[in-house]
T-cell receptor, first 118, second 114 residues
Framework: ETGVTQTPRHLVMGMTNKKSLKCEQHLGHNAMYWYKQSAKKPLELMFVYNFKEQTENNSVPSRFSPECPNSSHLFLHLHTLQPEDSALYLC?????????????????FGEGSWLTVV | GESVGLHLPTLSVQEGDNSIINCAYSNSASDYFIWYKQESGKGPQFIIDIRSNMDKRQGQRVTVLLNKTVKHLSLQIAATQPGDSAVYFCAEKAAGGSNYKLTFGKGTLLTVNP
């Protein structure tokens, strides 16, 4: 148990569907993230939320829409996706102590949601 | 551009042997490094981290070594076990950069043979 729970673990959707991925963290962290992991590619940061405010959108297409209602929950709303969007979507959280804190920022990941777009 | 990469995409070892997984980084301004383990079908799991003011840090059966001169990071696993079979990848953070902006490597697949 990582303290970061993602649902569903597996999702198959058509290109015209609308679905959502859900993430909940039980670690008391103040920052949450969405990452995309494709085969043979490094982890790609998609979105960052700090204290519920989006602080980073890493040039993600608008067909991915994040929502962070509170510091413990994060959603990724999906609509009109493409087959190349098929990947493992990882939610993560951390306690962001600010850039002035040199102690680093350990990011803890959930188990991921495997998404297949058909 | 700046990148984090791994020398070997795969590593196969015998159970009980020590394993060494390497990572080269090109951003000399990076000040924080993390090793993650990712088992098949699971998310990345934090193993150990190290700050740039250190050159060695030990955990339970794992040791991370940092050589800033040649910008090289390694993960040593002692007495490797079948449960250590996974993809291992490193991540770096640039000094002065946002704490969440980690750059990840592609990973090395470690296979432990019984």
């Amino acid at each position: 148990e990582t303290g970061v729970t993602q649902t569903p673990r597996h999702l198959v959707m058509g290109m015209t569907n609308k679905k959502s991925l859900k993430c909940e963290q039980h670690l008391g962290h103040n920052a949450m993230y969405w990452y995309k992991q494709s085969a043979k590619k490094p982890l790609e940061l998609m979105f960052v939320y700090n204290f519920k405010e989006q602080t980073e959108n890493n040039s993600v297409p608008s067909r991915f829409s994040p929502e962070c209602p509170n510091s413990s929950h994060l959603f990724l709303h999906l609509h009109t996706l493409q087959p190349e969007d098929s990947a493992l979507y990882l939610c993560a959280s951390s306690q962001d102590r600010g850039a002035w804190d040199p102690s680093g920022n350990t990011i803890y990941f959930g188990e991921g949601s495997w998404l297949t777009v058909v | 551009g700046e990148s984090v990469g791994l020398h070997l995409p795969t590593l196969s070892v015998q159970e009980g042997d020590n394993s060494i997984i390497n990572c080269a980084y090109s951003n000399s301004a990076s000040d924080y490094f993390i090793w993650y383990k990712q088992e098949s079908g699971k998310g990345p799991q934090f193993i150990i981290d190290i700050r740039s003011n250190m050159d060695k840090r030990q955990g339970q059966r794992v040791t991370v070594l940092l050589n800033k001169t040649v910008k090289h990071l390694s993960l040593q696993i002692a007495a490797t076990q079948p449960g250590d079979s996974a993809v291992y990848f490193c991540a770096e953070k640039a000094a002065g950069g946002s704490n969440y902006k980690l750059t990840f490597g592609k990973g090395t697949l470690l296979t432990v043979n019984p």
